[in-house]
């Protein structure tokens, strides 16, 4: 057969043409692999990928030591999920920033998904997440998001986070809730013009729910679920989250109906009046109008309501905890607060005058890094980048944890340590490797009103209160190791507020 093949002169012929393309095409392949290289990382397992050299517990962690040997762009599997991890500042910097679009997605798990069905912001793509991400900026902007109608309502918040520290009269007691509680009555006044009592009995199993679901998207079992969706029914976890998250939404439809009912067009009280009036102003002819539906409503909502919360409350609950565990930074905090602005009520202009604090205030966020690995991206097409080829729809983590623990940026990244935001003079100096809001196209977007929060809350406590460890536990005692969760949350545990003189 083959003979006769090789008799025929057109099949000669055709059989050339047929191995010069194939050398043709061994060659680009060659060469262009060579050239655009995929990423290194340790070798994968069949099916398992590389689940085995991984720590699922403290996964940034184990990741970042991963990229001291693999680089600062490495590849690793989760079973057969490959996922680029950015480490650095100047990696995940020239990532975030110069390739801003490449890498701006959101890498929508099965879980991500759960939560919100490809609607809102934070799990969201393409032109629906951008006109959501939009309407939020702006509309919190124009609710003072960062400026004075915050500042206000702030002000008023941490007068009822005072009074529920005083009940204790200096004894020990767990500061977790009320902080949250604190929190989420800032964001809920911003979307509903509401505050809630934090007795009420709906808003605390609500504020609950959602710390739980927070802690458990960053457990073991859940990362299993992302990659074996079908075990959802049979694990405890998901079960639990899904309950929480139905919960959590007929209260929120609950909240957002009763703004419906009551909605004056020209009076736009809070985030939701002003959903309803944009999607009532835009005719259906205008292409963005498509976009204005309850469920992105809803979404959003809920978005900014678990997004806003467990982050800047447990930034503050590691602010105290800090306090409590370097009593002499404390101390220092405490005699510029007295010196600056002595008793009267601390305003956000104060802020500029008070180096310390501020730095104090910083380094909580870097040494607290409470979102180490930021929440997945995804390339929006193939990229090349630092000679690497990623592919289109690759998840990528950037991970913040290597940022504010990098050691080329930091004088002393492992301990806690003010000085890295001050100058020789005490002057306070930014850091550009400070990035716990991420950067770039899916960069937090309450970031201005989680920095006023933070400074206003924290400020306020440390004017009325001395905070301790319980009466016989040594400051060392205190235990600094976190609890992982989607963010790295301070173990619950009691301190004492005691009113200063
Ligand atoms: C200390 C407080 C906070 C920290 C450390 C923080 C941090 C972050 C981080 C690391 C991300 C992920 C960025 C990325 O994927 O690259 C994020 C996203 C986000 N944050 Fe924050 N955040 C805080 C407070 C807030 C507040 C108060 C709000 C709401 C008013 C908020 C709303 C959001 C939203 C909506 C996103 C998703 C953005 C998008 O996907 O386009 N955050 N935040």
Redesign the pocket.
């Known amino acids: 057969m083959l003979e006769d093949i090789f008799q025929s002169p057109t099949s000669v012929s055709l059989f050339g043409v047929f191995v010069a393309l194939l050398l043709l095409h061994l060659l680009y392949s060659s060469f262009s692999s060579q050239k655009r290289p995929e990423p290194l990382g340790p070798r994968p397992l069949p099916v398992f990928g590389n689940l085995f050299q991984v720590d699922l517990k403290r996964l940034d962690q184990s990741l970042f030591n991963l990229s001291k040997t693999y680089g600062p762009v490495f590849q690793v599997y989760f079973g057969p999920k490959k996922v680029v991890v950015l480490a650095g500042y100047r990696t995940v910097k020239e990532a ?1 920033l110069n390739q801003a679009e490449e890498f701006g997605n ?1 890498e929508i798990t099965p879980l991500f998904y759960d939560f919100n069905q490809g609607h809102g ?2 799990f969201s793509n393409g032109d629906s ?1 951008k006109e959501m ?1 939009r309407f ?1 900026l702006t509309t ?1 902007r124009d609710f003072g998001m960062g400026k004075k109608m915050s500042e206000e309502i702030i002000i008023e918040e941490c007068g009822y986070l005072i009074k529920e520290m005083e009940q204790y009269g200096g004894e020990a007691f767990n500061n977790t809730q009320a902080i949250n509680y604190a929190a989420s009555n800032v ?1 809920s006044a911003l979307m509903f013009k509401k505050r809630f009592e934090y007795k009420d009995p709906v808003f605390q199993t609500m504020v609950e729910k959602d710390n739980e679901t927070i802690r458990l998207t960053g457990s073991v079992s859940i990362m299993i679920y992302n990659l074996c969706p079908w075990l959802g029914p049979f694990l405890k976890n998901w079960r639990d989250m899904m309950k929480n998250i139905e919960a959590n939404k007929a209260h929120l439809r609950k909240l957002i109906s009763d703004l419906k009912e009551t909605l004056d067009p020209e009076i736009c009280r809070c985030f939701v009046d002003a959903f309803l009036i944009q999607k009532k102003h835009l005719k259906d002819f205008d292409e963005k109008s498509s976009h204005y539906h309850d469920e992105n409503l809803l979404y959003s909502v809920m ?2 309501f678990a ?2 919360t467990d ?2 409350a447990t ?1 503050l609950k590691w602010g105290l905890l800090y306090m409590a565990k370097f009593p002499h930074i404390q101390d220092r905090v405490q005699e510029e607060l007295s010196r600056v602005v002595g008793s009267r009520q601390i305003q956000t202009e104060d802020r500029k005058n008070l180096p310390y604090t501020d730095a104090v205030i910083h380094e909580t ?1 870097r040494f607290a890094n ?2 180490p690995l ?2 997945p ?1 995804k390339t929006t097409r193939n990229v090349t980048f630092q000679g690497y080829f990623i592919k289109k729809d690759t998840t990528v983590f ?1 991970l ?1 944890t290597s940022v504010l623990y990098d050691e080329n940026e930091w004088e002393s990244p492992h301990s806690f340590n003010p000085s890295h935001f001050l100058d020789d003079e005490g002057k306070f100096i930014r850091r550009d490797a400070f990035m ?3 950067a ?1 196209r ?6 201005s ?2 920095k006023m ?2 400074f206003l809350f924290f400020t306020s406590l440390l004017q009325r209160f001395h905070f301790t460890p319980p009466p016989g536990v040594p400051e060392d005692e205190l235990d600094l190791k976190p609890v992982v969760g989607m963010t790295l949350a301070p173990k619950p545990q009691q301190l004492c507020a005691v009113r200063r003189r």
């Open positions: 975030l959101r912001i934070v997440w991400r939020a919190l964001i978005n900014l997004a806003g982050t800047t930034t966020q409470i979102g930021a929440i991206h950037p913040l716990p809001f991420s770039g899916r960069a937090c977007l309450g970031e009103l989680a929060e933070l």
